[in-house]
């Protein structure tokens, strides 16, 4: 079973307002990922937990704000976004990390207001 | 800067053709390469992975990966409408490195 699971598939909120995003996967995977992707763009890493802790921030301001409460779960926080935030957020899992197959969720379109 | 680079496409074949995705990539220490399948307004899947030398086949697809030359590429074979899709080519950073880089991705139309 390679199945991520993501929730919810469609996200509409305003500029003041707090949501989570959240991704599971019942793999037994120790690293999980957020990406964001705008249209015609490829994915474009934002964090990287491994082992439950956060392995790797690509300058992510703090408007988004990950959390890892089990090795199956995966959140990413929202606050104070900006229209600009507006894409497609993928949650992905592998095995392990160094490039290891990383299979990914469907996605939670996100439309900032 | 480490790149990984598509043919810009988009790419369109006759049913029934070979299509061929090609990817080069700027980082040698890159060990392994996948090749993802997005559907317009879907997610990436994973379709096809390589990290030897050599060509790899599943199914009507065969990967191939050359690391003289930092060249991988996709063949699909027999090539269905609904192949039609971007193919985004990525490569790990080696290491202990957890990234992938990604390709801007080459738009496959498969006219029937």
């Known amino acids: 079973d390679t199945e991520v699971t993501q929730t919810p598939k469609h996200l509409v909120m305003g500029m003041t307002n707090k949501k989570s995003l959240k991704c599971e996967q019942h793999m037994g995977h120790r690293a999980m990922y957020w990406y964001k992707q705008k249209a015609k763009k490829p994915p474009e890493l934002m964090f990287v937990?491994?082992?439950?802790?956060?392995?790797i921030n690509e300058s992510v301001p703090s408007r988004f704000s990950p959390e890892c409460p089990n090795s199956s779960l995966l959140n990413l926080h929202l606050h104070a976004l900006q229209p600009e935030d507006s894409a497609l957020y993928l949650c992905?899992?592998?095995?392990?990390?160094?490039?290891?197959?990383?299979?990914f969720g469907p996605g939670t379109r996100l439309t900032v207001l | 800067q480490k790149e990984v680079e598509q043919n810009s496409g988009p790419l369109s074949v006759p049913e029934g053709a070979i299509a061929s995705l090609n990817c080069t990539y700027s980082d040698r220490g890159s060990q392994s390469f996948f090749w993802y399948r997005q559907y317009s307004g879907k997610s990436p899947e994973l379709i096809m992975f390589?990290?030897?030398?050599g060509d790899k086949e599943d199914g009507r697809f065969t990967a191939q990966l050359n690391k003289a030359s930092q060249y991988v590429s996709l063949l699909i074979r027999d090539s269905q409408p609904s192949d039609s899709a971007t193919y985004l080519c990525a490569g790990d950073s080696g290491g202990s490195n957890y990234k992938l880089t990604f390709g801007k991705g080459t738009l496959l139309t498969v006219n029937p």
């Open positions: 992905a899992s592998s095995q392990e990390a160094r490039g290891r197959k990383q299979f």
């Open positions: 937990y491994s082992y439950e802790k956060l392995s």
């Open positions: 390589i990290y030897s030398n």
